[in-house]
């Protein structure tokens, strides 16, 4: 299965409203990325919010690494290009 860049931004996107509903619905406010879990653990009484947190997480980090890789492919790509222009 192949996602494109910008299906993988809007995807992102998605998830990224979904995680602000839940951090507002529960006023999740982690001090660093390492606090995230436990503050969430410790505020989000609903078990189903609770899963649906983590999933999130864990969709967000796969998604956005496969856009950086993505992203970093392109761009590789277009510097080839240029490179191999200026060989012509």
Do not use: C
């Given at each position: 299965?192949?996602?494109?860049?910008?299906?993988?931004?809007?995807?992102?996107?998605?998830?990224?409203?979904?995680?602000?509903?839940?951090?507002?619905?529960?006023?999740?406010?982690?001090?660093?990325?390492?606090?995230?879990?436990?503050?969430?653990?410790?505020?989000?009484?609903?078990?189903?919010?609770?899963?649906?947190?983590?999933?999130?997480?864990?969709?967000?980090?796969?998604?956005?690494?496969?856009?950086?890789?993505?992203k970093k492919?392109?761009?590789e790509e277009?510097?080839?290009?240029?490179?191999?222009?200026?060989?012509?």
């Amino acid at each position: 299965m192949s996602i494109s860049f910008s299906d993988a931004q809007k995807k992102l996107e998605q998830i990224t409203a979904e995680m602000l509903e839940l951090i507002r619905k529960y006023g999740l406010d982690a001090e660093s990325p390492f606090d995230v879990i436990p503050v969430a653990r410790a505020k989000i009484d609903n078990q189903q919010d609770y899963v649906r947190f983590l999933e999130l997480s864990i969709e967000g980090r796969i998604y956005g690494e496969y856009a950086d890789a993505l992203k970093k492919k392109m761009d590789e790509e277009v510097r080839q290009a240029d490179a191999n222009k200026k060989m012509h």
